[in-house]
């Protein structure tokens, strides 16, 4: 219906038939990783009645990333929904593909009792009634108003607009998704903050091999993770960002959109050499892998609290913020020197780790006595980390005790 070439992209405004969509849509669609994860909405579960009622919906934003495509005001495009993304509209997509869902299997199965098809629906499709888009409830109404036949009829004729967006970079489609989703309530600044870095997320799942695992915040297993259970290696993602910036700004950081440049998605490369030189593949799979050895050290110190202990945001700010203070890592600093300077001082501190410990037992004593102090505890204690951390880099041996007690005195 419209075109707009951009040079290095383009930008297609099309309409196509609502079950033709659907069917097209790729296993899993939903799982797009840099979507946020489905959610409880009891407006958006109302969209099948819009549809019904011949109502348009709002438009659905893509992404398509396959070859150049021919495209011809008036003519016909042919998307591969295998190279499709889901930039805007996953939440509608995913309750009208639910119903459609739904009708598929109320004529395949040949079932005429909704609770024995409901059971079939819950076994086979366990996210439709985790996120309360289809209850025994609705079933039971489906079938008592035949809804099946009145929703095949309405999504067969029923047309969507689409805005497709071709040819973008990783970087671009991340900030595209961030701008398309601004002000919902739904995209939290965690997950706000991993956007922001995910197009290092294929390159770093292929280098790493399984030997490291990051976590989301939408991934079911982010909340047991993020209270140490866990094994060595695994951390959130969102954390391990935190810690990079935490080392090249040598200071504990948080996890914080405020402080980061969005416009910067725009361009190819960074205006800041030394973030373009830590935030690349290279560097953060040789950081990952040392840090899991320092993981791994602590974890065998201190067991289970070591584990719940070292994957805290806060652990992992102070720690890194330290490590990146006594090198005293700065703009000039090549990837190789950045390399370098980690390594040497990493496995000094997981020396640290095996010869002097960490005394975590004193850490805890010292950190139960904070309610008691008006202070801000998160800042506090990445500090407290910071400090302690470059204390045993430069070859003393401090104590819990007094790092706090010089910390007090600065707040």
Request: aromatic share 12%; charged share 25%; hydrophobic share 40%.
């Amino acid at each position: 219906m419209d075109h707009k070439d951009l040079n290095d992209r383009e930008w297609v405004l099309c309409k196509g038939n609502l079950n033709d969509y659907l069917n097209s849509l790729k296993p899993e669609f939903y799982n797009f990783s840099i979507q946020r994860k489905i959610i409880e909405n009891q407006y958006l579960d109302t969209l099948v009645s819009t549809v019904k009622d011949g109502d348009p919906l709002p438009m659905i934003t893509l992404t398509h990333n396959s070859p150049r495509l021919n495209i011809q005001i008036g003519g016909d495009i042919l998307l591969d929904m295998h190279h499709v993304e889901i930039l805007d509209g996953l939440q509608r997509t995913f309750r009208l593909w639910a119903h459609n869902q739904l009708v598929k299997e109320f004529y395949h199965s040949g079932i005429d009792d909704p609770g024995t098809f409901a059971k079939v629906i819950k076994e086979k499709y366990p996210i439709f009634f985790d996120t309360g888009i289809v209850t025994y409830g609705k079933i039971k109404n489906l079938f008592e108003n035949n809804e099946f036949e009145t929703i095949r009829n309405a999504y067969s004729n029923f047309e969507v607009y689409f805005i497709v967006w071709l040819n973008l970079s990783p970087k671009r489609v991340i900030h595209k998704m961030l701008v398309l989703n601004a002000g919902q309530k739904s995209v939290t600044i965690t997950h706000q903050f991993e956007l922001l870095f995910l197009y290092l997320w294929e390159d770093l799942q292929k280098e790493l091999k399984g030997e490291i695992r990051l976590f989301r915040e939408k991934d079911k297993e982010a909340f047991a993770i993020k209270r140490g259970k866990r094994e060595v290696g695994d951390y959130l993602f969102s954390s391990i960002i935190v810690g990079l910036r935490s080392f090249i700004e040598k200071k504990p950081v948080r996890v914080s959109v405020d402080d980061l440049d969005v416009t910067e998605l725009l361009n190819e490369s960074s205006e800041f050499p030394l973030n373009e030189n830590i935030f690349n593949p290279d560097f953060i799979a040789i950081y990952l892998r040392y840090l899991k050895d320092l993981d791994a050290a602590v974890v065998e110190k201190y067991g289970e609290e070591g584990s719940k202990w070292f994957v805290k945001d806060t652990t992992l700010s102070g720690l890194l913020a330290g490590i990146g203070s006594f090198a005293e890592i700065h703009d000039e600093f090549s990837t190789n020197m950045l390399i370098d300077s980690y390594v040497e001082n990493i496995k000094r501190l997981i020396d640290k780790v095996y010869t002097f410990g960490l005394n975590l037992e004193q850490f805890t004593a010292e950190y139960n006595m904070l309610s008691s102090r008006s202070v801000n505890i998160g800042y506090f204690i990445r500090n407290v980390i910071k400090d302690y951390t470059v204390k045993l880099l430069s070859g003393n041996n401090p104590t819990w005790s007094e790092v706090f007690s010089s910390n007090y005195k600065k707040a």
